[in-house]
């Protein structure tokens, strides 16, 4: 009940905004689960390249308040919350906005020698998503994709 008395005190901009991005993550997981990545990533390129009619009719939203909706959507639906489920839909909403990013998706082993595997968003060389992981591990990078590409 609390998080929904928060969720109906935030602006309209906000409120549209969190929706688009918990939906987003869901297709997102969706797409991992049944589609090959590079079909996920042509559907999502077509998703980037439109603009929503809310996105036009609410002006330009902050970069940052796009990665406060992934970053929340996220922490309330760990499922789709994962690093490379918020990476991509933050590339597509910022993509969706003009704002240019790169994804990164790289590997390391830690000190048991277990796989692992993180995805990272940057903008102008900074971190804007994933920056957590990395200060723990040196990834090293595997793909690098500054859009999507239909």
């Known amino acids: 009940m609390k998080q929904l008395y928060r969720f109906l005190r935030l ?12 939906s987003l993550l869901a297709v997102v997981r969706l797409g991992l689960c049944l589609l090959p990545f590079q079909a ?61 990013t790169e994804l990164h998706i790289g590997v390391t082993r830690d000190d048991k020698g277990k796989f692992l595997g993180h995805a990272w968003l940057e903008s102008g060389g900074t971190v804007i998503i994933g920056g957590e992981a990395l200060r723990e591990q040196r990834y090293t990078p595997l793909l690098a994709m500054d859009h999507l590409e239909p």
């Open 40 to 100: 996920l990533r042509r559907l999502l390129a077509r998703a980037a390249e439109g603009r929503s009619s809310s996105v036009q009719s609410h002006g330009a939203i902050q970069p940052q308040r796009v990665l406060w909706a992934v970053g929340m959507a996220g922490r309330h639906f760990p499922s789709i919350g994962t690093c490379l489920m918020q990476a991509l839909a933050a590339h597509v909403l910022l993509g969706r906005r003009h704002y240019p």
């Open 11 to 22: 602006s309209w901009t906000d409120k549209v905004l969190l929706v688009q991005a918990v």
